[in-house]
């Protein structure tokens, strides 16, 4: 194990080599027809045979261009080398899966880069739109060489806001009650279906915030550091983290009447 920590200007471009060819492969994938359906935790959640293809496609490639460093993977779980690495990818083949399995334009490659246990790089590809978003650490975030830096909006009673849900029916009910004592209170709600991406469109600022309980680090490692480098505040409710009981993405103004609504909905609360 060296000393020297790797460049994350380095791990980001060979985030972006990695995820282009793995992007091109999920929509030849889905041009020739979806097939391997199976699913995981519940019948509505679903993996398909270009979900585990990607998969195997982006480790070979990080493998071969950096063979000391670990990979964690939504499908295949963590493979490690021999050694202790410092760098982890980290990576969701296919984030939007049940758009992919439809058809619907909306589904994404992420892969992120940690250092010593910190996202330092990350590159999102909107697989059917070819829309790429990029970040480094303290280096700010791109959407096609385009600096973002989130939405302008301060009022949340005008702030569009971005969410998804999980796959189980009792995590959904909970999940709906939450919805309807928050819709008062902003413009309107979007739900796209890849964590992903939505963190991306609120990096861009598309959508004012986003907020959802349930992801898996895969789901916004990159995304998640794409809309902090565009100056969101990205975490948790109270003094929490952004993690599966909750992450909520939104520009300061915003961050806070946010939070303190999903705090007293118990949006981070229930199954």
Not at 20 to 41: C, E, I, N, P
Not at 79 to 95: F, N, Q, T
Not at 199 to 204: R, V
Request: hydrophobic share 45%; glycine share 10%; aromatic share 6%.
């Amino acid at each position: 194990m060296t000393d020297q920590a790797p460049n994350p200007d380095d791990l980001v471009k060979i985030a972006v080599e990695v995820v282009r060819h793995a992007a091109r492969t999920a929509q030849d994938m889905r041009r020739d027809g979806v097939w391997g359906l199976a699913t995981k935790s519940t019948a509505t959640d679903v993996v398909t045979a270009a979900d585990r293809a990607v998969e195997r496609q982006v480790v070979a490639a990080l493998r071969e261009l950096r063979p000391a460093d670990a990979v964690l993977g939504e499908e295949y779980g963590d493979s490690a080398p021999a050694a202790p690495a410092r760098v982890r990818w980290i990576l969701d083949p296919i984030d939007g899966t049940v758009n992919y399995l439809y058809g619907l334009p909306n589904y994404a490659v992420s892969l992120a880069a940690e250092v010593d246990g910190a996202v330092v790089a990350g590159v999102v590809r909107n697989a059917a739109t070819g829309a790429e978003w990029t970040a480094t650490r303290d280096g700010g975030a791109l959407r096609d060489g385009r600096r973002l830096s989130g939405s302008a909006q301060s009022d949340l009673a005008q702030a569009l806001i971005a969410t998804g849900f999980g796959y189980d029916a009792a995590r959904r009910v909970h999940q709906a009650q939450v919805l309807v004592g928050l819709m008062p209170h902003v413009r309107d709600i979007r739900r796209f279906g890849a964590a992903a991406l939505d963190l991306c469109l609120a990096a861009e600022g598309l959508v004012d915030g986003y907020f959802e309980k349930g992801l898996n680090l895969w789901d916004h490692a990159a995304g998640g550091l794409v809309a902090a480098e565009a100056g969101l505040v990205v975490a948790g409710l109270g003094d929490a983290p952004a993690g599966p009981r909750m992450l909520v993405a939104a520009p300061p103004p915003l961050f806070g009447d946010l939070a303190e609504h999903l705090s007293r909905l118990d949006a981070a609360g229930g199954p």
